[in-house]
């Protein structure tokens, strides 16, 4: 019995040849079928070079394994998700490794209705079938056919924007040669039939699974250079940059500046509770004050969740939430079968835009003001759980509020910080705000203090 590698807390994700292949994909789709035995399942793959061959892989073995599938040929993440909970089907796979490097694949997997398949709600399950290979025969093999779930899904979109209330704009739309391109296309399209006045700037915009202008993951900073340029030189409104799989948008103001996702988790939550007060807002814990702001503002409901896509869209289900946040730019809608998109986000903000008549600068400049914050810093360590009770020893005698819904938080009054190990990859992920009003302190004094304290 092979150990398959590839198999993560709530997705699959490895280097290909070694930990992902046809041959393991094949077995992780006849898996699939076998535990949850959908009758139809749609299944999806981004634009990377290897994403076709293991989709089809992936088909063989849902068909062997009595499913039938609807191939909705090269799709983002969430065109799968939407699939799901759209059409008459019972599951979904995506093949894809998102912002991963070059040499890697990975899908992400759901049930009916969308619903996520993680480490705990059956990924194991799936895996150790996988690896045992004890398959039973279907008693007959399921078929088939070429689905094009586009003109839906963009219709689909259109319904989180009031078209009549869309003021003149323009946008600079960066796919990263990623897979958001087709669907930037027939938004666009959809604009020009309503006479919505809104000007669309393409750039990295064909699919290329060779990436000639690097790996689309708009997180690091030296991927941001070539949207914040195209603002500048085109004076766009806004600027919209998407990952691979595009289940994350980026967003840069008009003056060019990228605006950290924490605050635009603050920023929808506010077009949320504007059109619906009282509504519950799920967040992670990474940074909390300024969407605790928003929602006294606004009436809401903060809700706390671990971060990672399985765990908010569990709570947003259990909360009956209308809307849920990731700092690292995942957001999730209950209309979207709460799921995360990264097309409905940018479309918010266009409407936010739009009714406030004010620019992004201006709507997230209050909020960055009063709660400053590192942005995520990312750490590579020995031994993560060493490091992280370090940090607590060191700050003990200061007796912070400890929380540990995800890795660990102290909450010191005047500034918190937020520290866990990476999910996918073998970092330290470290996060801090404060609160202007309280702390005189500047943001750089506290990064270099935990910096230090970290690799010493």
């Known amino acids: 019995m092979t150990q398959l590698t590839c198999f993560k807390a709530y997705d699959i994700r490895g280097k290909l040849g070694t930990e992902l292949n046809e041959e393991i994909a094949y077995k992780i789709g006849r898996a699939y079928g076998q535990i949850y035995q959908p009758k ?10 290897s994403s076709e061959g293991l989709k089809q892989a992936v088909i063989r073995g849902l068909n062997d394994a009595g499913v039938n599938v609807l191939d909705l040929g090269m799709t983002g993440t969430e065109e799968v998700y939407f699939g799901a909970f759209h059409l008459d089907v019972q599951g979904g796979i995506e093949i894809t490794a998102s912002h991963n490097p ?27 079938l996988a690896e045992s290979g004890s398959f039973a025969e279907a008693a007959l093999k399921g078929s088939t056919e070429k689905y094009n ?47 919505i006045p809104v000007e669309f700037i393409k750039i990295h915009h064909e699919a290329d699974g060779t990436f000639p202008n690097g790996i689309p993951n708009p997180i690091l900073v030296e991927n941001r250079a070539s949207t914040r340029n195209a603002v500048l030189e085109h004076k766009a409104d806004m600027g919209i940059a998407w990952d691979g799989d595009f289940d994350r948008c980026f967003l840069f103001d008009e003056k060019g500046q990228f605006i950290e996702g924490y605050y635009i988790v603050g920023l929808l939550a506010q077009a949320f509770l504007l059109q619906q007060a009282g509504e519950k ?55 979207f079968a709460y799921c995360d998109s990264g097309m409905i986000p940018w479309l918010l903000a266009v409407s936010v835009l739009s009714e406030t008549g004010q620019s992004l600068s ?11 914050c590192s942005g995520e810093i990312n750490f590579k360590v020995a031994d ?57 302190r500047p943001m750089q004094d506290y990064v270099g203090e935990l910096t230090q304290l970290i690799q010493s």
């Open 281 to 335: 807002i799920v967040h992670d814990p990474r940074l909390i004050w300024n969407t605790f702001d928003i929602a006294g503002k606004y009436q809401g409901i903060p809700v706390q969740s671990k971060s990672g896509h399985a765990f908010i869209k569990d709570v947003m289900r259990e909360h009956n939430a209308v809307y849920g946040g990731e700092m690292s730019a995942h957001h999730y809608f209950r209309d």
């Open 40 to 49: 139809t399942a749609a299944v999806g793959c981004d634009m990377r070079l």
């Open 362 to 372: 201006a709507l997230v400049e209050d909020m960055i003001e009063k709660f400053p």
């Open 384 to 440: 993560t759980q060493q490091t992280i009770q370090k940090i607590l020893v060191h700050f003990s005698g200061q007796q912070p509020e400890i929380d540990t819904t995800d890795g660990v938080s102290l909450n010191f009054g005047a500034w918190r910080l937020n520290v866990r190990a990476s999910n996918t990859e073998p970092l330290l992920r470290l996060n801090i705000e404060s609160r202007a009003d309280k702390n005189p």
């Open 149 to 195: 779930i586009l003109p839906e899904f963009a219709e689909h979109l259109m319904g989180y924007i009031d078209p009549a209330k869309i003021r003149p704009l323009k946008l600079v739309m960066n796919a990263g040669n990623g897979a958001a391109g087709h669907v930037i296309d027939a938004i666009e399209e959809k604009f020009q039939a309503l006479n």
């Open 102 to 128: 070059m040499d890697y694949n990975g899908m992400k997997l759901v049930r009916e209705n969308a619903r996520p398949i993680s480490a705990d709600t059956g990924l194991k399950k799936i895996q150790a």
